[in-house]
């Protein structure tokens, strides 16, 4: 069946750093991929989306693009900021509207 | 502000008891909604999907008899834990979804932590 598989975490870095968490899909169709955030004491919030191959998702200084060549879907941000301390989801919606999770991987940047 | 809320956010029962969590959809009116369960450190596995008026769909290996599901309105769907045993201990979040198509959204409740003793 389809699948998510993302780096382990934590990741922790420094202010200011790059960030990349690694996200790769098994999945028979086309499916929609999203990165989700879930932030201490919060519940998921969506971050970014991407519906068709090669479509960059982007918000809040993040990017991803769907990459069906590689079956991927890596997140990205050119300076994390302390705000931004959270565990990372990716996800994949098949065509009967279910959302396919990764194991999530927890970032905590350092001042 | 919050699109979703869950009640309770935290809940501690003995073995053998029954426990009912709420999950609301604040802003519209939701005829989907799912139910998760999220193990420490994993990822979240939808449970069962709840349609209003009818039965919920579980997913397989989801005992029916013992995850309860009633979505008796259109902005209420609640989960009952029965005879709940410690191995049922975990963090249980809904969802709903709002629209259709490429504009399809769907939003996550805070979740609730169950102990089970």
């Known amino acids: 069946g389809d699948s998510v598989t993302q780096m382990e975490g934590p990741v922790t870095l420094s202010e200011e750093a790059f960030l990349t968490i690694n996200c790769t899909y098994t999945?028979?169709?086309?499916?929609?991929l999203f990165w989700y955030v879930q932030y201490p004491g919060e519940g998921l919030q969506l971050l970014l989306k991407a519906t068709k191959a090669d479509d960059k998702g982007s918000n809040k200084g993040f990017e991803a693009t769907y990459r069906k060549e590689t079956t991927s879907f890596h997140l990205e941000k050119g300076s994390v900021q302390v705000s931004d301390s959270a565990v990372y989801f990716c996800?994949?919606?098949?065509?009967?509207?279910?959302?396919?999770f990764g194991s999530g991987t927890r970032l905590l940047v350092r001042p | 502000g919050a699109v979703v809320s869950q009640h309770p956010s935290w809940v501690i029962c003995k073995s053998g008891t029954s426990v009912k969590i709420e999950c609301r959809s604040l802003?519209?009116?939701?005829?989907?909604m799912f139910w998760y369960r999220q193990f420490p450190k994993q990822s979240l596995m939808l449970m069962a999907t709840?349609?209003?008026?009818?039965?919920?769909?579980?997913e397989q290996g989801v005992e029916k008899d013992k995850f309860l599901i009633n979505h008796a309105s259109l902005t209420l769907s609640t989960l009952t834990v029965t005879s709940a045993h410690p191995e049922d201990s975990s963090f249980y979040i809904c969802s709903v979804i709002n629209g259709g198509g490429s504009s399809y959204e769907q939003y996550f409740g805070p979740g609730t932590r169950l102990t089970v003793t």
């Open positions: 999945a028979t169709g086309y499916p929609s």
């Open positions: 996800a994949l919606r098949d065509s009967s509207y279910k959302l396919i």
């Open positions: 802003d519209f009116q939701a005829t989907t």
């Open positions: 709840s349609n209003e008026g009818s039965k919920a769909t579980y």
